[in-house]
């Protein structure tokens, strides 16, 4: 037994341990159940005098007992010390949790016998009152849930899916050529209406009505009347008449067929849109062609119809088309131009040579404009298609040497202008 010195303070006492006194210490740890079923609770216990203290390995002091809820096996040290000696003890509480299998989730045919064995526990306990390893006529879709407990009395719960499979009923249209085989590996050869049983993945019949076409081969005859040129099924170009070419060709239901070509070509080659024209600007011009039945110009020009063309030279091409709907194309140029002469130069000296300043061909213009400035920009001179040629002289004063710059307005919404050089 320890010993106790006793000193007293005041009102008090003070309480001296000698160390040289031991005491011995019990760590046993008792359990309540050993092992328990996963989700109970085990209460673990140690016997300890109010001078000891109890540590427990999940952090608790002080308490001779506790509650513990493992989830899987587990192990609990304890120490108890009376502030001298300790001791240290463990114990592993075993978590029992039965593994139960219920088998896969299976397809059943709807009324036929099925059954449902779990395993991995003693006793079964199925709802939609199944009795395990027994056999019962299968008539509702669903989850099946087995309890199973084993020997420690510890359950646990799984579920397995069946799905129901109902007998099927259909019919198929095939077209066939010569023969069909259907889906039971039968192979008819003639049009007819026929049934098959075939049983599925899940054992049920499977009923198909056929309404079954056969076919045979047959052969025709592919009449053309083209224009020019035609490109076959055999890919081969035909450039005239041929009613011997023959092409096999396998029709919709596999069925060989014999085509023979009866081609007939039909040729446009008379187009003539006329010959290239040259017109002075302004002038109408009238395109005719000739060698079909309609006739259709680019540009928005009218077969036979006058129009004027814009300066410069423009290709007009024509598409003509006979009574066969052949059609061809021919072109023709016109160039439409300036045709009047502007001089460079005039030399008003009484030489009869460049005297004056002469347009000509402004006769096609009439209501042309023709002014002449100086250098400063003043109008010395201004005509028309018919008045007198410019003499080098403003207001009967002659001009000097110079160039002076004439701007020509055709009327039409043209203009021409440039330099022509005065010299005396």
Not at 69 to 87: E, F, K
Not at 250 to 273: P, R, V
Not at 366 to 380: A, E, H, M
Not at 389 to 413: H, M, R, S, V
Request: hydrophobic content about 35%.
């Amino acid at each position: 037994m320890k010993k106790l010195l006793l000193l007293l303070l005041g009102s008090g006492f003070l309480l001296i341990s000698n160390s040289s006194f031991t005491q011995t210490l019990d760590c046993t740890i008792t359990a309540s159940a050993n092992p328990i079923c996963l989700g109970d609770t085990a209460i673990l216990s140690v016997n300890s005098n109010p001078l000891e203290t109890v540590y427990w390995s999940d952090g608790s002091v002080g308490l001779d007992s506790m509650q513990v809820h493992p989830t899987q096996t587990t192990t609990y040290d304890v120490i108890i010390s009376d502030g001298v000696n300790s001791c240290t003890q463990s114990i592993t509480l075993v978590v029992n949790n039965p593994q139960i299998n219920a088998g896969q989730d299976q397809q059943v045919c709807a009324g036929s016998q099925f059954t449902l064995t779990a395993t991995g526990a003693v006793t079964y306990s199925w709802d939609n009152g199944v009795t395990n390893g027994q056999a019962f006529s299968f008539t509702t879709e669903g989850y099946y849930t087995v309890v199973g407990t084993d020997a420690l009395g510890c359950s646990n719960t799984v579920s397995v899916y069946l799905d129901l499979i109902q007998p099927t009923a259909s019919t198929i249209s095939p077209t066939a050529c010569n023969s069909f085989t259907a889906p039971d590996g039968v192979i008819y050869t003639t049009s007819g209406n026929y049934t098959v049983v075939i049983p599925n993945s899940a054992g049920c019949d499977s009923t198909i009505s056929i309404n079954l076409l056969i076919y045979n081969p047959n052969s025709g005859t592919d009449t053309r009347t083209v224009c020019d040129s035609l490109v076959w099924i055999d890919g081969i170009t035909y450039y005239s008449d041929n009613n011997s070419a023959t092409f096999t060709l396998q029709n919709t239901f596999g069925c060989d067929s014999l085509l023979t070509l009866n081609l007939t070509i039909n040729k446009l080659q008379t187009l003539n849109a006329g010959a290239d024209q040259k017109i002075c600007k302004g002038e109408n011009v009238t395109l005719t062609a000739l060698g079909a039945e309609t006739y259709s110009w680019n540009n928005g020009v009218l077969d036979a119809i006058a129009f004027s063309p814009p300066l410069g030279t423009t290709t007009y091409t024509v598409t003509g088309t006979d009574g066969n709907g052949c059609t061809d194309t021919d072109e023709v140029i016109v160039t439409s131009e300036y045709c009047f002469e502007i001089p460079g130069a005039l030399s008003p000296n009484s030489d009869n040579n460049n005297d004056t300043w002469e347009i000509t061909g402004l006769q096609n213009y009439p209501n042309v404009i023709i002014s002449v400035f100086d250098r400063w920009g003043q109008k010395v001179f201004e005509g028309t298609s018919t008045s007198a040629p410019w003499e080098g002289k403003y207001k009967e004063k002659e001009l000097p040497t110079a160039d002076y710059y004439y701007i020509i307005e055709l009327g039409n919404g043209d203009t021409y202008n440039g330099v022509v050089t005065l010299k005396r």
